[in-house]
């Protein structure tokens, strides 16, 4: 019970730095402003010429080459229609918003768990694909989170998915110097338990 | 409409005590099993299935009703709660405790347990708490009470006292609202179907209709406004929706602030259109009603344009162009004046100072030929690139303290004397400029009234609503590099990661981060 307290503590002030040391608030509606001005010829949904010409604007010192941005682009437009929508678009840059929280993901989850059995199964998958779906991309999505390898995603697997990236660690959320996790992660576990409580 | 619903019994409830009114009638006609009657049975997209439809699930299991804010012939409107229990039930308990109990053997786990151990002192710099310890309460079991729960707003029908015509329209209305994805939409969560009644939960708008706040909106809150809801009928026009039924009161303040974003409500009339065909069906509401609607030509999506150019003019003068209501149609003077379009400038536009660029918006909207009446695309333009662009050079001028336009949006007490010596001002130069709106020169202020009376210009003191508008933003709001690593990251999530981050943005109370 502490525990959690400690961890919802956690990300909130995570949230909470992250807030205030830079210039991202929890508006939404800045979010819809921008998702509004990067739709340049106002059919209400981004295509990739005019995501191109956003990023062609952008202040910043890299600058992503044609390919790059089509690849985005793609791996964005989650349903391959060709055009991002407001909530694809919302959905991609929600973390940059501090938004992902324990509080919205319990959410998403229960949403996903349609009769609350406490897990996710391939069934729910199935009802929520709809008519996108087709047995190998549900077995996909399973084993992206299904660490037990029992066939369903339970809360505690869903949590790990959305925080423990691989690629990045807790270094997403919590702002940690990668050395850190990577020496964290490299060890064992008698020997991690020395590293974090330094 | 007791079909093939379900076997249920669940139907009796609080909310719901109209089975005895119901004619037997009715339950006989509807129970021959019509498929389009039951909204589960139109499957739909992973995209149209964000909005979650649900069988024989009574809305009173999920969500508290907190209060009624309308009342229809075929049921009422009213604002839900999410509950908090919905988060927590017997069974997840049991399995969540068990599995996280198995978890913590995983060496997979990047942070060892240590809830035994002393608790580490947060700083950034810190490890964060390990997942599994904290993932044993952190199921959806428990949940802080003191945050503010979520609500949204719930339409309810009856369907025991509906035709099954009418319930195909409510239907209608669901299928075309989950196709809709627009910030400037009103966005559905959920429907419920039981028995007797269908929910539809939806996003709810806290800062009432437009009408609320037309007393007190000048030229630039209504560009704004325009400018938002020609956004949002583009968006629909582009999927082939037409709206048919675009008037003040279906278009909603999303918050209590001034600054507040609007939303189109209301897609009970609403229809899907091919291009090039006309509807027929004559619907809609009397004062935003196009000619060739009245006529029975038949009729396209243009009308909607023409029930903005209508909205725009009630906006903007705060009196109706054509007719009031339906009565109105008995009189043939304004009926003769609709049906051929004729639009009049009334005294009330001298009176509040419209410019001519507003005038020549709601003309375009209101040309009688639906082929030469502007498309909802051509509309968008006008205001992003004539309207608040003159809008914004007239703030400039008048910031400056030159012209008689935008003085009167300037007027506060505090500034009055200092108005009065720059009226004197103006009425010297626009005898030059002989008044014109088109033909502002550069402001030439003699330098010693504006050094002795402020050095800052006055119409600084009144906030410019033209910055909400998306054609400002354009020039403000960036790409920042935040957003594109936050991109990029989403990018090359898997499939289940993505569908859950949508699943979340989609369900998340969005009015809570405005």
């Known amino acids: 019970m502490q525990d959690l307290l400690y961890y919802d503590k956690y990300i909130l002030s995570y949230t909470h730095l992250f807030s205030t040391n830079s210039t991202y608030t929890y508006s939404l509606q800045e979010l819809a402003q921008l998702f509004s001005s990067i739709d340049i010829n106002n059919e209400g949904t981004i295509t990739v010429l005019e995501l191109k010409e956003a990023l062609k604007s952008m202040e910043a010192d890299k600058h992503l080459d044609e390919r790059t941005i089509e690849k985005l682009f793609k791996g964005i437009d989650v349903d391959q229609t060709g055009l991002i929508h407001w909530h694809d678009f919302l959905a991609a840059v929600i973390e940059s918003q501090g938004l992902v929280t ?47 390898r029992n066939g369903q995603v339970n809360y505690d697997e869903f949590l790990r998915l959305m925080f423990d990236d691989p690629a990045k660690g807790y270094h997403s959320i919590f702002g940690l110097p990668k050395e850190l996790i990577q020496g964290v992660i490299g060890k064992k576990k008698k020997k991690a338990k020395v590293s974090s409580s330094m | 409409m007791g079909c093939n619903i379900s076997k249920s019994d669940r139907g009796t409830n609080t909310l719901n005590n109209t089975n005895n009114k119901a004619p037997p009638r009715r339950l006989k006609s509807a129970a021959g099993g019509d498929d389009e009657l039951n909204l589960s049975q139109h499957g739909g997209t992973q995209r149209q299935l964000l909005a979650r439809i649900r069988d024989n699930v009574e809305v009173t299991e999920v969500y508290d009703i907190i209060q009624t804010i309308g009342r229809g012939s075929m049921g009422e409107v009213y604002i839900v709660e999410k509950k908090p229990g919905q988060m927590s039930r017997e069974p997840s308990t049991r399995n969540l405790l068990n599995s996280s109990h198995s978890i913590q053997e995983v060496p997979a786990s990047p942070f060892p347990s240590n809830s035994n151990s002393n608790r580490p002192v947060f700083t950034p710099q810190a490890p964060p708490a390990p997942l599994e310890s904290a993932v044993v309460p952190s199921s959806p079991i428990t949940r802080s009470k003191s945050k503010k729960n979520r609500q949204y707003a719930c339409k309810t029908v009856n369907t025991l006292l509906m035709q099954p015509h009418e319930i195909r329209e409510f239907i209608n209305e669901v299928m075309i609202l989950r196709d809709l994805d627009h910030p400037n939409i009103v966005q559905l969560y959920e429907v419920f179907q039981s028995k007797r009644k ?28 325009t400018e938002q809801i020609v956004r949002a009928v583009a968006y629909m026009h582009f999927r082939n929706v037409c709206h048919r039924d675009i008037k003040l009161e279906n278009i909603m303040y999303a918050t209590k602030e001034d600054d507040s974003p609007i939303k189109l409500i209301d897609f009970g009339l609403s229809n899907r259109f091919t291009r090039g065909v006309k509807m027929l ?8 009603a196009a000619p060739e609607i009245l006529l029975k030509e038949g009729y396209t999506e243009k009308s909607d344009i023409w029930s903005i150019g209508v909205v725009t003019y009630v906006m903007l003068s705060q009196t109706y162009p054509f007719l009031k209501d339906l009565n109105d149609l008995e009189d043939a003077q304004k009926r003769e004046n609709l049906e051929n379009a004729k639009v009049t400038f009334g005294p009330e536009w001298e009176r509040r100072n419209i410019s001519s660029v507003a005038k020549e918006f709601i003309c375009m909207c209101l040309k009688k030929d639906p082929r030469t009446r502007w498309s909802a695309t051509a509309a968008v333009h006008f205001v992003q690139h004539t309207w608040i662009p003159f809008l914004e050079d007239q703030r400039k001028i008048s910031e400056e303290g030159i012209t008689d336009l935008g003085l009167t949006k300037c007027l506060s007490a505090s500034n009055l004397n200092l108005l009065e010596k720059i009226t004197d001002v103006t009425t010297a130069s626009s005898t030059q400029t002989s008044g014109s709106f088109d033909q502002f020169t550069k402001p030439t202020v003699t330098p010693d009234v504006k050094a002795e009376e402020n050095p800052k210009p006055i119409a600084r003191k009144v906030r410019s609503s033209l910055h909400n508008s998306v054609a400002y933003a354009r020039k403000r709001v960036k790409i920042k590099t935040a957003h594109l690593d936050s991109m990029s990251n989403f990018a090359l999530y898997g499939k289940f990661k993505k569908t859950i981050l949508m699943t979340m943005v989609y369900s998340m109370d969005k009015s809570r981060f405005v």
């Open chain 2, 198 to 225: 269908i929910w539809i939960i939806t996003e709810v708008c806290r800062g009432g209709d437009l009408t609320s706040r037309i007393r007190q909106m000048n030229e630039e809150d209504v560009a704004v406004v």
């Open chain 2, 281 to 288: 069906q004559a619907c809609g509401t009397a004062y935003t």
């Open chain 1, 102 to 148: 324990m509080d919205n993901l319990a959410d998403a989850f229960n949403r996903i768990d349609t009769d609350g059995k406490g897990y996710i199964s391939k069934e729910d998958l199935k009802k929520l694909l709809g008519t996108d779906y087709n047995e190998k991309l549900v077995e996909k999505m399973i084993k992206e989170a299904d660490k037990k």
